[in-house]
T-cell receptor
Framework: DGGITQSPKYLFRKEGQNVTLSCEQN?????MYWYRQDPGQGLRLIYY???????QKGDIAEGYSVSREKKESFPLTVTSAQKNPTAFYLC?????????????FGPGTRLTVT | QQQVKQSPQSLIVQKGGISIINCAYE??????FPWYQQFPGKGPALLIA?????SEKKEGRFTISFNKSAKQFSLHIMDSQPGDSATYFC????????????FGTGTQLKVEL
């Protein structure tokens, strides 16, 4: 059963702690993406990676970091520098190339920082 | 800077009616316009998509209308059903931009019996 898994579904942290969100895909996709979703603001791109060992900042990368050591995995770390980390985080993947279009999304992780 | 403007923010439609959601953009470098459907607590799923060389695309009860000169596109849901109740996002991709999508702010659709 191919797809994208994100774990955990719910995550709670205290302010000042770093937290890492997991994203794994078995679709054999080269490209992976992290989005943040807040009520009334749609999805905003945090980071994306088109190939292993390479990634680029999206529109709201400040306070976040990523790594792409394996094709299947693209973990996101929310650092203590992120001023408003409470949000719904979505991971996505797609094939890579000029004709690629569809991004497939995981089920998301809801992070609450208090 | 919001590059894709979506309206309305919320929409209530009677069962069997037509739901219409609109999006507008400014960047003429966009070359792909998908619509995503999202149910509460779930990730978005691609519903239908269009390229700017086509004025309309229909898949079942879902139709995208695209007006290149006006830089607008819309989603029409015919014969709306309670199961269509979800949040809908339009998006756009910049040609050569690494398949990055810019999303609208979403429309929460409720279809009432």
């Amino acid at each position: 059963d191919g797809g994208i898994t994100q774990s955990p579904k719910y995550l709670f942290r205290k302010e000042g702690q770093n937290v890492t969100l997991s994203c794994e895909q078995n679709l054999n996709h080269d490209a992976m993406y992290w989005y943040r979703q807040d009520p009334g603001q749609g999805l905003r791109l945090i980071y994306y990676s088109q190939i292993v060992n390479d990634f680029q900042k999206g529109d709201i990368a400040e306070g976040y970091s990523v790594s792409r050591e394996k094709k299947e995995s693209f973990p996101l770390t929310v650092t203590s520098a992120q001023k408003n980390p409470t949000a719904f985080y979505l991971c996505a993947s797609s094939t890579s190339g000029t004709l690629t279009y569809e991004q497939y999304f995981g089920p998301g992780t809801r992070l609450t920082v208090t | 800077q919001q590059q894709v403007k979506q309206s309305p923010q919320s929409l209530i439609v009677q069962k069997g009616g037509i739901s219409i959601i609109n999006c507008a953009y400014e960047n003429t470098a966009f070359d792909y316009f998908p619509w995503y459907q999202q149910f509460p607590g779930k990730g978005p799923a691609l519903l239908i998509a269009i390229r700017p060389d086509v004025s309309e695309k229909k898949e079942g009860r879902f139709t995208i209308s695209f007006n290149k000169s006006a830089k607008q596109f819309s989603l029409h849901i015919m014969d709306s059903q309670p199961g269509d109740s979800a949040t809908y996002f339009c998006a756009a991709r910049v040609m050569g931009g690494g398949n990055k999508l810019t999303f609208g702010t979403g429309t929460q659709l409720k279809v009432e019996l």
